[in-house]
């Protein structure tokens, strides 16, 4: 399957980000320009990765004179071709490099009995509550819902808003977003990405009175509803903790994720290259 980092529609929003876009085959090397000290280069989860392909990236590398060349691959047999082409594992990915697939070819009543015996409950406690749900195109009221609760919960200072506005922009026709209210108050959301038969978990947010309402458990299984009523077959939680990588504070929510069953998946990480950009 296509990642969704490989399609047109995201290659428009890297482009709105600044990004260059380069077709090495039939995948999207992206380009990052900086004034006086050269670029940065990253491939992500192509679908093909051969001496051919790794020839035509340094290429690039030349032609945009840059500092630093990034390749994440999707399969671990291509460690070896990687090191044997100068590149080094890199300590941290830039993509997930572990997450979580749910079959969506099983009926709903299958993927609720295997998810944890908690995460069902709330589930089926959720039409005795004060939660409901609304599939929203209110973009901005996301963003700045989603930068608010990061910031309260110390895990992103730096802005989002615009990365995610741009992306729904890019991906509107793929993209779902979905909100929990409470007294018709915004606890919780989803903006959810489609590629080829894949439904992304992309960004999520939470306040306070979400979690105590379970409202983040409430949103995903909607999410999980609405990929299967547009003929998905993989739900990608996109990124859990990996042991490989530790990130602290990726434990919390990993928990969350895999109280919802699926397939664990592992990615190789990232490997790069450095050169003198002249």
Not at 1 to 10: A, C, F, G
Not at 169 to 181: G, P, Q, R, V
């Amino acid at each position: 399957m296509i990642d969704l980092r490989q399609t047109l529609e995201y290659a428009k929003y890297m482009s709105s980000l600044g990004w260059v876009g380069e077709k090495v085959g039939n995948n999207y090397c992206y380009i990052k320009n900086f004034p006086i000290i050269g670029s940065f280069i990253k491939f992500q989860r192509p679908d093909k990765l051969g001496d051919k392909e790794i020839e035509e990236i340094k290429r690039l590398g030349k032609k945009y004179r840059a500092f630093q060349i990034v390749v994440e691959p999707k399969y671990t047999e291509h460690y070896t071709l990687l090191t044997e082409h100068g590149f080094r594992q890199s300590r941290n990915p830039y993509l997930p490099s572990k997450t979580i697939h749910i079959d969506l070819t099983k009926s709903e009543n299958q993927l609720l009995k295997e998810m944890h015996y908690k995460t069902r409950y709330n589930i089926r406690k959720f039409n005795h509550q004060s939660l409901t749900i609304n599939h929203s195109k209110d973009i901005n009221l996301f963003a700045d819902f989603w930068q608010e609760c990061a910031i309260k919960q110390r895990f992103m200072y730096l802005s989002q808003k615009k990365e995610i506005t741009e992306l729904y922009k890019a991906l509107k026709k793929n993209a779902d977003l979905i909100f929990t209210l409470h007294s018709n108050e915004l606890v919780a959301g989803i903006l959810l990405l489609h590629a080829d038969k894949t439904s992304y978990y992309m960004y999520a947010a939470s306040n306070q009175e979400g979690k105590r309402l379970f409202a983040p458990t409430i949103c995903a299984w909607e999410a999980i509803k609405m990929s299967k009523k547009r003929g998905l077959k993989i739900f990608d939680f996109e990124g859990i903790y990996d042991e490989r990588f530790p990130l602290k504070n990726w434990e919390g929510f990993t928990r969350f994720k895999k109280s919802f069953g699926g397939s664990e998946i592992e990615y190789p990480g990232a490997f790069s290259k450095f050169r003198v950009p002249l």
